[in-house]
């Protein structure tokens, strides 16, 4: 198995806190470390420096060797330009290929997601070894939610695959939207469904076999890269798109398996997300002097830790305050903040990213 953290976004949901120069998953966000290093440190209990692969840009591959100088540079597959998680996913796999592991499998690790017991993950590493070595099909994860979450989308489970005593894996039957609310809210109490949490695996061979058949535009460029074209010449060739649009089909055409994940699985997405995660582990913490007078729920990250700040009656805030930008949101609004970062941009306001 050769885990590839994925590495390559720039967290604009966690603005004003990440930037362009420094993203989200470079922060010392938990327990004084980054996700990225979190994450890392989780893969080392079973796999070696030269075991791990960095998927990411030219820009964060610098950040991360700071942060982890034990990968040597030559386990970094750097993207010449952002076209999105499919062609970056699809990069990887003629890589890895084209380093003489075309059946080994692969296992993508979101780097802003945490797994937690470490064990779990590790232990479900190794059914995906196992699977991804006997079947052709595309692997991937997801969690039993107790209600409908908005924002993601969902597997239906099928058959079971794997034994009553083993982690559980389940063919994929159906692909649901997220937009298809009336669709999920009927079927998400018979147990049936599955958030969808990536964690793609397959061999390099199978991931672009799956891509020739229902993206041939992207698996072209890539057979020249394994053959030896020039990787930014051919790269830019690839149409920009998220890898659900070959995903999507594989889902609908009954050619992938779902794990159901034996571990939490928090995405560190948003203030929201980062603030439920600090207080079910007892680390949020305020070192500024703070009045909350019929408030509650609300969450403060301020970089001035001399500033008093008095709120008066308002409720499930997030407010993050940097020496160049104030942020003032509702929680259950901040997966919106990245709209904040696309204003900037079109406003020319670029100082500020």
């Not at 039957?173 to 049936?192: A, C, M, P, Q, T």
Request: negative net charge.
């Amino acid at each position: 198995m050769i885990p590839v953290i994925i590495s390559g976004g720039f967290g604009t949901k966690l603005w004003p806190i990440s930037r362009k120069s420094l993203p989200k998953q470079f922060l010392p966000l938990i327990r004084g470390k980054s996700l990225f290093q979190t994450n890392y440190e989780a893969l080392r209990l079973k796999f070696s420096p030269d075991e791990i692969y960095i998927s990411t840009n030219v820009d964060q591959a610098k950040i991360a060797q700071g942060q982890v100088p034990e990968i040597s540079a030559q386990n970094y597959i750097l993207e010449p330009e952002m076209r999105n998680q499919g062609p970056a996913t699809g990069l990887i796999a003629a890589t890895l290929f084209k380093k003489g592991f075309p059946d080994e499998p692969f296992m993508l690790v979101q780097v802003d997601d945490l797994r937690e017991p470490v064990e779990e993950f590790l232990r479900m590493i190794d059914i995906c070894d196992r699977l991804a070595r006997s079947e052709t099909k595309y692997i991937t994860g997801g969690f039993k939610p107790d209600f409908r979450i908005q924002g993601v989308d969902y597997l239906m489970k099928g058959r079971r695959i794997t034994n009553e005593d083993e982690i559980g894996v389940f063919d994929v039957v159906k692909y649901i939207w997220r937009k298809s609310v009336e669709e999920i809210e009927s079927l998400i109490n018979d147990g049936s469904l599955l958030v969808h949490t990536n964690h793609t695996c397959m061999t390099p061979r199978n991931f672009l076999n799956m891509i020739k058949k229902y993206r041939d535009d992207w698996y072209m460029p890539l057979a020249d890269i394994i053959e030896g074209a020039d990787i930014m010449t051919e790269y830019s060739k690839m149409p920009s798109g998220p890898v659900e649009e070959v995903t999507e089909l594989v889902h609908a055409n009954g050619e992938s398996q779902v794990v159901e994940l034996p571990f939490r699985w928090v995405d560190i997405g948003t203030w929201e997300s980062l603030s439920h995660y600090y207080r079910d582990n007892n680390l949020y913490q305020v070192s500024n002097p703070v009045i909350d007078l019929d408030g509650k729920n609300n969450f403060l990250n301020i970089e001035n830790k001399h500033k008093m700040i008095a709120l008066v009656g308002v409720d499930n805030l997030a407010i993050v305050d940097t020496p160049d930008a104030l942020l003032i949101c509702s929680k259950d609004q901040s997966a919106k903040v990245g709209e904040v970062v696309k204003s900037l941009n079109t406003q020319k306001l670029t100082q500020y990213l």
